[in-house]
């Protein structure tokens, strides 16, 4: 099996569709850090909304701008480790990390990595 492909487990019975692979640690760590870097994008593009659409407030800006900016830099973090711990193709690194640019993109493409197995820890 190539690394990065998905992995499609079939019953050897029935020929029935059985479950994905489980969630290694480290994927689960990007899963949890993919959505809290999407999180504190929300927060902060609310924040934009009622700092600069309805001039009320701040404070959105203030404290989402620092959480994303620990979340943002977290999320590279994690990329790269999990780069190298799950063994990850080129590609996969350099779709996580640009991932991170647009709003709210990590959780699209964390649910894309969990389906193709790319969060499964590795059977050699």
């Known amino acids: ?3 990065g492909r998905a992995v499609r487990l079939q019953c050897p019975l029935d020929g029935t569709r059985m479950p994905p692979r489980p969630l ?3 994927g689960r760590v990007f899963a949890a850090v ?3 870097e999407a999180f504190t994008w929300a ?9 600069y659409g309805t001039q009320t407030t701040e404070l959105g800006v203030w404290l989402f701008g620092r959480l994303h900016g620990v979340a943002f830099l977290l999320y590279i973090v994690v990329s790269l480790f999990a780069w190298i711990r ?3 193709p ?3 690194v350099l779709v996580a990390v640009l991932a991170a640019i647009p709003p709210l993109t990590t959780i699209p493409v964390e649910m894309w ?3 193709r197995g790319l969060l499964s820890a590795r059977h050699d």
């Open 43 to 51: 927060g902060l593009l609310v924040g934009m909304g009622l700092k």
């Open 86 to 88: 799950l063994r990850w």
């Open 1 to 3: 099996m190539r690394p």
């Open 90 to 92: 080129l590609w996969a």
């Open 24 to 26: 290694s640690a480290t």
């Open 113 to 115: 990595f969990r389906r």
């Open 34 to 36: 993919a959505f809290i």
